[in-house]
C-alpha cells in the first residue's frame, strides 16, 4: 500500500499507539514512526519494542515535522499536550486524536491549533482492558469502526485520515460532535461503568466470599471484572468530560432498572420475558452486523499473551 503520511508522530504509547503503529507497519502506510510517551519507562518499553522508528524525551520532539500527530492519551492530558506542542507544528500538518470524548477533546485542544494546520478528531471504537505499550496488536482495529468527527475541517484532510484508518482495517463513519459523545455514552461508557459497579456489589456483598465470586464467576461476572479491569486514568476523564451524555443514558438506564424490578417484585413474567427477547433480537443484530466479539469499546477479549 502506499504511503499516506511521510511521517506520523504517535504522542503517548498506550493500548491505541502501539496497535496503531503495529497497524500502520502491517500497512506500510507511514513512512517514519516516531513515538513519545510522558514516562522514561514506557518510552524505555517502546523503544525495545521496536514498534516506533525512533522514541523521543518529549511531545515537541516527536511532533517537529509531523505530517500527522496522533494525542493517544487520556481525554483529560489533550489540553496541555496540544498547547505544548502548537509552536513546532507543521504547516499543513493534520493533528487528530483517538480519545474516547469528542465534545471536550475539540475544546480543549482546537484553540492551541495554528492557523495552517489541520485538526480532524477520531475515535477508534476498539479496545481491550489492558493498557500500556506492550498490549499492542496490528489486528486491534480490523473490522471496527472509528468515528471522524471533521467539525470544521479542510475536506482533503478528513479524507486523508479516513485513507489512513481504512488501511489500518477499520470502517469508518462522520459524525456530529454531540451525537458521537451520546452514541457512546450507550455503547461504550454506560456499560463501563455498569461493569465497574456490578464489580463493586460483588466486592461490598461480604455474605458472597472472593473464593466464591472467583470460582463460580461464569460468563457475566467474569466478563463484568475483565472490563472493570480497564484503565483508571482513561475511564475517570471519560465520565468527567462526558458528564451530561453519561448522565442523560443514566437516568434513563436507572428508569428501565426500576420497571425491571417492579417486574420481578409483581411476577410479571411475560414483562420479563418480552424484554429479554427483545433484547436477544438486539443481539443477533450486532452478530449479523459483524460487531459480535463485543461491544465497540466495552473491551474486546485480551489476546494470549497481549497483555502487561
Ligand atoms: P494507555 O494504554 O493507558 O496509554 C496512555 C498513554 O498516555 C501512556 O503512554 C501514558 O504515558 C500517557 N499518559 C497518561 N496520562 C498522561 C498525562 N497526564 N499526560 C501525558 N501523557 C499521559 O491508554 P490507551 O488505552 O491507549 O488510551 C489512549 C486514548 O485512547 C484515551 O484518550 C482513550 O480515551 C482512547 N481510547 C481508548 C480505548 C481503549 O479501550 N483503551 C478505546 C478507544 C479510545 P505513560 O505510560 O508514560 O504513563
Same mark, same amino acid.
Given at each position: 500500500?502506499? *504511503?499516506?503520511?511521510?511521517?506520523?508522530?504517535?504522542?503517548?504509547?498506550?493500548?491505541?499507539?502501539?496497535?496503531?503503529?503495529?497497524?500502520?507497519?502491517?500497512?506500510?502506510?507511514?513512512?517514519?514512526?516516531?513515538?513519545?510517551?510522558?514516562?522514561?519507562?514506557?518510552?524505555?518499553?517502546?523503544?525495545?519494542? =521496536?514498534?516506533?522508528?525512533?522514541?523521543?524525551?518529549?511531545?515537541?520532539?516527536?511532533?517537529?515535522?509531523?505530517?500527522?500527530?496522533?494525542?493517544?492519551?487520556?481525554?483529560?492530558?489533550?489540553?496541555?499536550?496540544?498547547?505544548?506542542?502548537?509552536?513546532?507544528?507543521?504547516?499543513?500538518?493534520?493533528?487528530?486524536?483517538?480519545?474516547?470524548?469528542?465534545?471536550?477533546?475539540?475544546?480543549?485542544?482546537?484553540?492551541?491549533?495554528?492557523?495552517? *494546520?489541520?485538526? *480532524?478528531?477520531?475515535?477508534?471504537?476498539?479496545?481491550?482492558?489492558?493498557?500500556?505499550?506492550?498490549?499492542?496488536?496490528?489486528?486491534?482495529?480490523?473490522?471496527? !469502526?472509528?468515528?471522524?468527527?471533521?467539525?470544521?475541517?479542510?475536506?482533503?484532510?478528513?479524507?486523508?485520515?479516513?485513507?489512513? !484508518?481504512?488501511?489500518?482495517?477499520?470502517?469508518?463513519?462522520?459524525?456530529?460532535?454531540?451525537?458521537?459523545?451520546?452514541?457512546?455514552?450507550?455503547?461504550?461508557?454506560?456499560?463501563?461503568?455498569?461493569?465497574?459497579?456490578?464489580?463493586?456489589?460483588?466486592?461490598?456483598?461480604?455474605?458472597?466470599?472472593?473464593?466464591? *465470586?472467583?470460582?463460580?464467576?461464569?460468563?457475566?461476572?467474569?466478563?463484568?471484572?475483565?472490563?472493570?479491569?480497564?484503565?483508571?486514568?482513561? !475511564?475517570?476523564?471519560?465520565?468527567?468530560?462526558?458528564?451530561?451524555?453519561?448522565?442523560?443514558?443514566?437516568?434513563?438506564?436507572?428508569?428501565?432498572?426500576?420497571?425491571?424490578?417492579?417486574?420481578?417484585?409483581?411476577?410479571?413474567?411475560?414483562?420479563?420475558?418480552?424484554?429479554?427477547?427483545?433484547?436477544?433480537?438486539?443481539?443477533?443484530?450486532?452478530?449479523?452486523?459483524?460487531?459480535?466479539?463485543?461491544?465497540?469499546?466495552? =473491551?474486546?477479549?485480551?489476546?494470549?499473551?497481549?497483555?502487561?
Amino acid at each position: 500500500m502506499a *504511503v499516506i503520511y511521510d511521517r506520523v508522530a504517535l504522542i503517548g504509547l498506550g493500548l491505541i499507539a502501539s496497535s496503531m503503529a503495529h497497524a500502520m507497519r502491517r500497512a506500510g502506510v507511514a513512512g517514519q514512526i516516531v513515538g513519545t510517551a510522558r514516562s522514561a519507562e514506557t518510552r524505555a518499553v517502546a523503544a525495545e519494542l =521496536g514498534f516506533c522508528d525512533r522514541v523521543v524525551e518529549t511531545a515537541s520532539a516527536a511532533a517537529e515535522g509531523a505530517d500527522l500527530v496522533v494525542l493517544c492519551v487520556p481525554v483529560g492530558a489533550m489540553g496541555a499536550l496540544a498547547r505544548d506542542i502548537a509552536p513546532v507544528l507543521k504547516p499543513g500538518a493534520t493533528v487528530t486524536d483517538v480519545g474516547s470524548v469528542k465534545r471536550a477533546v475539540i475544546e480543549a485542544v482546537a484553540p492551541h491549533i495554528p492557523v495552517g *494546520v489541520h485538526f *480532524v478528531p477520531a475515535h477508534p471504537m476498539a479496545g481491550t482492558e489492558q493498557s500500556g505499550p506492550r498490549s499492542g496488536f496490528a489486528e486491534l482495529f480490523d473490522n471496527r !469502526w472509528t468515528l471522524i468527527v471533521p467539525e470544521a475541517a479542510e475536506a482533503a484532510a478528513v479524507d486523508r485520515l479516513e485513507a489512513l !484508518w481504512h488501511a489500518l482495517g477499520a470502517h469508518t463513519e462522520r459524525m456530529e460532535v454531540e451525537h458521537h459523545d451520546l452514541v457512546c455514552a450507550i455503547v461504550s461508557h454506560i456499560p463501563h461503568l455498569i461493569a465497574y459497579t456490578m464489580v463493586g456489589v460483588a466486592d461490598d456483598f461480604r455474605r458472597v466470599s472472593e473464593q466464591e *465470586v472467583v470460582k463460580f464467576s461464569a460468563g457475566g461476572f467474569r466478563d463484568f471484572t475483565r472490563i472493570a479491569a480497564s484503565d483508571p486514568s482513561m !475511564w475517570r476523564d471519560v465520565f468527567l468530560t462526558n458528564k451530561e451524555a453519561t448522565l442523560e443514558i443514566l437516568g434513563r438506564f436507572t428508569e428501565e432498572l426500576f420497571v425491571l424490578q417492579r417486574a420481578i417484585r409483581q411476577g410479571d413474567g411475560d414483562h420479563l420475558f418480552d424484554y429479554f427477547t427483545h433484547t436477544r433480537a438486539i443481539r443477533r443484530g450486532i452478530i449479523e452486523a459483524g460487531q459480535d466479539t463485543d461491544a465497540p469499546d466495552f =473491551g474486546r477479549s485480551t489476546k494470549p499473551g497481549s497483555g502487561r
